[in-house]
């Protein structure tokens, strides 16, 4: 059983519910995921607060909208649009929530382009929901990326945005981590699969 703070549980099972009435599969990414993952299992210290970061499995832009629509819409919406299309807010706890898209909707070449003509890489997400791992919150499952997936993915976004928070993350990881060799191990081989 998961531990976490009461106001991200309480987005977590939401989404979840969310997306099972659509029969669509997510995945959390992210800070989040490595609190739950990391900080959580080892006992580390990490951030106090975090918003939430989740990545879906659709197969177009329909089944996005669809989903976008399941949380904001109807007579009491649980989330609330922003500006930016895939960012949301919990309405009960202020918590926002970015939403990307996977699957089918980045062929062929893992992007996607959000309404507002902006591109995003999407590289490495198929891959990191293959090995995600399951947690659960109240007997409520869910996937969850893993260490080495989620050091890949942090790579491939430092290499994009060039922020400092994905090296920092990379950082932290690799710095607490105690059993370097098979992280290093397996990240390498997350790394290989992704270069053709």
């Given amino acids: 059983m998961c531990k976490i703070e009461d106001k991200q549980k309480q987005v977590l099972l939401d989404i979840k519910s969310i997306a099972d009435s659509l029969q669509l599969s997510i995945m959390l990414v992210g800070a989040g995921a490595r609190v739950l993952v990391f900080d959580n299992q080892l006992k580390i210290p990490g951030r106090g607060t975090f918003d939430l ?9 329909l089944d996005f909208q669809a989903f976008s629509r399941a949380m904001t819409e109807g007579l009491s919406p649980l989330f609330k649009a922003t500006k930016v299309s895939h960012k949301f807010i919990h309405i009960s706890t202020d918590t926002e929530v970015d939403i990307v898209p996977f699957g089918t909707i980045g062929q062929p070449n893992q992007q996607i382009e959000w309404s507002d003509g902006n591109q995003m890489n999407i590289l490495g997400l198929d891959e990191a929901f293959a090995t995600a791992e399951a947690r659960k919150i109240e007997e409520v499952e869910f ?6 997936a989620f050091l890949v993915l942090k790579l491939f976004a430092w ?9 920092e993350d990379i950082y932290f990881i690799l710095e607490k981590y105690n059993d370097d060799e098979r992280v290093f191990s397996e990240l390498i081989d997350e790394l290989s699969e992704e270069v053709i």
């Fill in 143 to 148: 996937k969850v990326i893993n260490i080495s």
């Fill in 159 to 167: 290499n994009d945005r060039k922020a400092k928070k994905d090296l």
């Fill in 53 to 61: 970061d989740f990545a879906i499995q659709v197969n177009n832009w």
